[in-house]
């Protein structure tokens, strides 16, 4: 099979990406190296989930957008999105283009970079070298992992150096916008020993976009003692591919957060996996998902525990509305010599329609003795207990059902390092249980 047949484009759109953002030459060798097995790898095997008839090819590889002087100059409805307008340290990347980057004085004099992944190539090529598609995610590892690999463009390099603490949290926006518009950034996060840092990066589309793919990665390394909290919220619009990957590395004693809302409206390729490295490393992931229409979503959380006295644990919760359907894989694989480990595993469902569908899938692979791990899954209707006792103190059906729903969600959207965007989510999981 050629490239042709595979995709609407051909290997003078990878260059010109790369010649559009001036990057090293290995940048660009890397990329059509990526290019060329894209029609030799399958896509992802998902369990449970047939993605192969889903829209990977029909999409406009790169959209080059204008800058903006101003957070300002963004509609309104995604500016909702921004923490703080005046003072937030932040970069908007809307389709293929980083169009806003500010990040403070008192950050950069303490060394940390903020910065597209292009400019951080070209400004700190061999720190960029250390960690792009090295120990995460992999070129060939499918399909969609090579198609990134090819035509990723923007993203955020954030590095932090040892023992400093960023004590606000650091936002990526990022913005699909237009008839099959495409978006692939490239998010590394780079925490080096004894520091501190927490990054949100929301993935959004305006009511009415008919947009086509997201293909993201996010690539996190937590080095010793270090304490990361990322937050990813999707909300992109019914006919758009929504894939992100999401890959980290954990030293000794670091401590890793993912909190992960899964909101997008059309099809959901939502994947996390941490590797426990060091000794005394900890990771807490915490997902939710909600599905409304037809969406179909797809979400795998996988930890590998390697190192001694590691911790782990996935608290997954998903509801599903009208013909939606969704897939909750929770992975934990000790490994052998990972002694005194304990991997934790939580996932629920909550089926709102007749016609919904949901499953938590639990998975515990253990290779070692001496550990400790446990799973707990569930899968059902609204309870009517709840309900009653909502609704026996004059609160209405549909409102006793917003209610328990809300609380069954915030166990993740609570979580997320900022109460202004907290009530942005909360405003839009309301717009689609009205809908």
Known sequence: MSVETCLLFDESVVKGIAAKTQEPAWMLNARLEAFKDVPNLPLPKLERTNIDRWNFTDFTPFTEEAAIGSLTELPEDVQEFIFDKEQAHVMVQKNGSVIFRRLGDDLAEQGVLFTDLASAARENEALVKKFFMTDGIKRDEHRLSALHAA??????????????EVKVPIQGLFWLAGEKAAMMPHIIIVAEANSRIDFVANFIARPGDEAAFNNSAIEVFVSDGARVRVATVSSLGK??????????????????????????EGRVISDNTTHLKGEGGTVNVKTVVLGTDEMRA?????????????????NARSVMKDSATSI??????????????????????????PDARGDAN???????????????????RIDPTQLYYLMSRGISRREAEKLIIRGFLDA????????????????????????
């Open 412 to 435: 993740v959207v609570s979580q997320i390092p900022s109460e202004s965007l907290q009530a942005s989510i909360h405003r839009l999981i309301e717009r689609k249980l009205q809908s």
């Open 151 to 164: 035509l990723n463009s923007g993203g955020v390099f954030l590095y932090v150096p040892r023992n400093v």
């Open 328 to 353: 909750l894989n929770s992975i934990t694989k000790i490994e052998k010599g990972a002694s005194k480990s304990d991997g934790q595993q939580s996932g629920k469902v909550l089926m709102l329609s």
């Open 239 to 264: 006919e758009t591919v929504d894939v992100i990957y999401r890959r980290s590395l954990v030293s000794r004693d670091g401590q890793l957060e993912w909190i992960v809302a899964d909101l997008s």
């Open 362 to 380: 639990p998975i515990l692979l253990i290779d070692e003795n001496d550990v400790t791990a446990g799973h707990a899954a569930s899968v059902g």
């Open 298 to 314: 797809n979400v795998t959380s996988s930890i590998h525990h390697w190192g001694r006295h590691t911790a782990s644990d996935i």
